[in-house]
């Protein structure tokens, strides 16, 4: 199949600050910006007893955007030889990592208290300044990785989706968007959120999949055309304000997702949601252009309802002394056994439970 067969053209359509108002279509329910919402989140985690030697590590929440997430402690217990919060990469993400020596019973739980805010940015004012530079520390989001290429097809399917190389990049970048949209189908069997492997998908034409496909297909469509974007992965808290089909409350052993990111120079990043319209779409068993869609479509381009919780934006990530070798993100408890991998995508037999609770005027902190 030629490339260009593959393409279908779609039309596309000053401080990171809440301006938007969030409503349904019913116009029943309206987001409040100004609202912080308090979690806790607690991992139960019981590895199985064999082997001489067990390791742990758990991905936590972060506080690198403390405009709408931050945290407020951490703890642990249970009979791990030797526990420890650390953090990993230059941005210091946080992780609770744990080794047992000897076999036997293996627990451990952990606690972390987090507080979101709605997020939202003001695109509908921005105006790109002229020549303006990408930062050092922002120019790293242009990169490939090893399952998100930059070039080959990824960039000649960008090219194709954004037609005019002159366009602006929000232009660029909602382009994109709404190619995803209007082309990739969410898929309920895939295993975890996907694999992300964006040049797979692309030359087998298979535009399917769950949040982790969706998010580094669009990131690594943009960054092919200089675009900075990242994959922010994560896991939903509690039920979703929005659509009744984007959250999940108490056990959220299931319910990581992951969201994606793009910057503008001037601005900062902006929030995108692509995934999530395509699940509404496809569990409503409704056209792209049905109203539904084209209101969450318009609403998941800038902001980011905060039922969820992000983790990191890590990718090819080399866990400390781990024998796996690099993860290319770090979304679920990964645990090794006599420095066997235990499957993370099976909390029942891996074993571990991951809880929600919703603190209510309460002010709690570790």
């Known amino acids: 199949m030629k490339r260009r067969d593959f ?18 279509s019913a116009g029943k329910r309206v987001l409040d910006y100004e609202k912080w919402n308090s979690f806790r989140l607690t991992y139960e985690v019981n590895l199985p007893a064999n082997g001489k030697n067990a390791r742990l590590w ?103 989706i954004i037609y005019d190389e002159n366009n602006a990049t929000l232009d660029k970048a909602r382009a994109i968007y709404d190619w995803l949209i209007d082309h990739f189908q969410h898929d309920v069997t895939t295993p975890g959120r996907g694999t992300g492997d964006v040049k797979f998908m692309l030359e087998n034409s298979r535009l399917s999949g769950k949040c982790v496909d969706i998010h580094s297909l669009f990131v690594g469509l943009a960054r092919s055309v200089g675009i900075p974007a990242r994959v922010q992965y994560g896991i939903r808290m509690m039920n979703s304000e929005v659509n009744d089909r984007l959250g999940r409350q108490t056990d959220i052993s299931h319910a990581q997702h992951s969201r994606a990111e793009f910057y503008l120079s001037n601005l900062g990043w902006v929030p995108v949601n692509p995934a999530d319209v395509c699940k509404v779409a496809t569990l409503d068993n409704l056209e792209r252009d049905a109203p539904e869609i084209a209101h969450l479509r318009d609403e998941f381009f800038g902001s980011w309802e905060m039922n969820w919780i992000a983790f990191n934006h890590m990718q090819d990530i080399q866990l400390s002394n781990s024998k796996a070798g690099k993860l290319p993100f770090f979304l679920f408890p990964h645990a090794e056994i006599e420095n066997e991998t235990l499957d993370s995508l099976n909390p029942d037999t891996f074993s571990y439970r991951i809880a929600a609770a919703e603190l209510i005027g309460t002010g709690a902190k570790f």
């Open 7 to 24: 393409i279908k053209i779609v039309g596309s359509g000053a401080l990171l600050m809440p301006l938007k108002a969030f409503s349904l």
């Open 58 to 160: 758990l991905p936590l929440p972060n506080s690198l955007e403390p405009g709408y997430q931050y945290t407020q402690g951490n703890n642990w217990s249970g009979n791990a030889s030797q526990a420890q919060f650390t953090t990993l990469g230059n941005e210091k993400f946080p992780v609770f990592m744990a080794e047992w020596r000897g076999e036997g019973e293996r627990k451990a739980s952990v606690q972390c208290i987090i507080k979101t805010s709605h997020h939202a940015v003001d695109i509908e004012h921005y105006h790109a300044a002229s020549n303006a530079a990408i930062p050092d520390n922002v120019r790293i989001f242009l990169q490939p990785t090893r399952l998100i290429p930059v070039d080959g097809i990824v960039r000649d399917v960008a090219h194709s």
